[in-house]
């Protein structure tokens, strides 16, 4: 069981160092530290981010929607508000409890910001009434999804929703008109490289709503994330660390197993399926002539 646990922050917007090509961001922001997903390639265990109990509880800044407001109302230029990279928004019982993503996005839509999440979880949906209105703006959803095979999802990322919860919120959200897409990172070498996966995910997103799917070929490991990973690996899959050692020693990028020709079976299905491998950017211009009309 996880301990919350309350803390206050100096400040809550970072700005996002530009052009940010992956997911379009200006500003991002955690209102968590800590996540209960607890997915097994995480890479916040990094010793950069001090994170130190990673597996037993999550920081709650009490006060970020008192920031999330004095800093919004500051900002000159409307820039797409990220949230997710170093927990997920949708993190359960920390959510559920204080629910300081439902808050901050209800401030980003009274503000008339454009919102991009990036989660692995259905309680997204919680959220939809101001998702929709945040909308007149511009909203993006991405679901993380990297297999679509809810049992070897469960040991990847064991604390998560299954691949199929996150499907069926897409859908959901794409019906409700709601940009929303797939994030294919990371595809973990010897465990998610095959072109049977990459297809069936490409399949399942185009089924489910989706317009896009970014993609990374490959993992990133170091210290302690690197020691976590393999010690999982020693119990999840017997043998393989030893393959991870061989093929990569102390490198940083892990790239997957054939990774062009995975890439160019990607963009292939993608067009077959009318989905493009980049997430469409905020231009305030657009959203200027869309809120005209209302
Ligand atoms: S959802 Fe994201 S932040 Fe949370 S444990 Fe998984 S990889 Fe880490």
Same mark, same amino acid.
């Given at each position: 069981m996880f301990a919350l646990k309350e803390i206050e922050a100096k400040t809550l917007l970072a700005h996002v160092r530009q052009p940010d090509t992956w997911f379009g961001l200006k500003y991002n922001m955690n209102l968590y530290r800590g996540c209960e997903h607890q997915c097994i390639y995480c890479d916040s265990r990094s010793e950069c981010y001090q994170i130190e109990d990673f597996g037993g509880e999550v920081l709650v800044k009490v006060n970020a929607i008192d920031l999330l407001r004095r800093e919004l109302a500051r900002k000159r230029v409307k820039g797409m508000i990220g949230t997710g990279a170093m927990n997920d928004p949708y993190t359960p019982r920390a959510e559920r409890r204080y629910n300081l993503t439902g808050q901050a996005l209800e401030v980003i839509a009274q503000l008339r910001f454009p919102v991009h999440i990036l989660t692995k979880s259905d309680l997204v949906l919680k959220d939809l009434d101001t998702l929709r209105e945040i909308n007149r703006v511009h909203a993006v959803v991405s679901f993380t999804i990297t297999t679509t095979d809810d049992a070897l999802a469960r040991k990847l990322e064991p604390g998560a929703p299954s691949p199929s919860a996150r499907l069926r919120a897409m859908q959901t959200l794409a019906a409700n008109g709601i940009h929303t897409g797939v994030? /294919?990172? *990371?595809? /973990? *070498?010897?465990?998610?490289?095959?072109a049977e996966n990459i297809t069936a995910i490409v399949k399942s997103a185009a089924a489910h709503g989706a317009s896009y799917i970014i993609p990374a070929f490959g993992v990133t490991l170091r210290d302690r994330q690197r020691a976590y990973y393999y010690d999982r690996l020693d119990k999840l899959f017997p043998g393989l660390r030893q393959e991870y050692e061989a093929r990569f020693g102390e490198q940083y990028h892990c790239p997957a197993n054939d990774a062009d020709a995975l890439r160019d079976l990607l963009d292939a299905r993608c067009r077959e399926h009318g989905l493009v491998t980049e997430v469409s950017h905020y231009a305030p211009e657009s959203a200027a002539r869309q809120l005209s009309l209302f």
């Open positions: 994030t /294919l990172m *990371p595809v /973990l *070498p010897f465990i998610e490289d095959s």
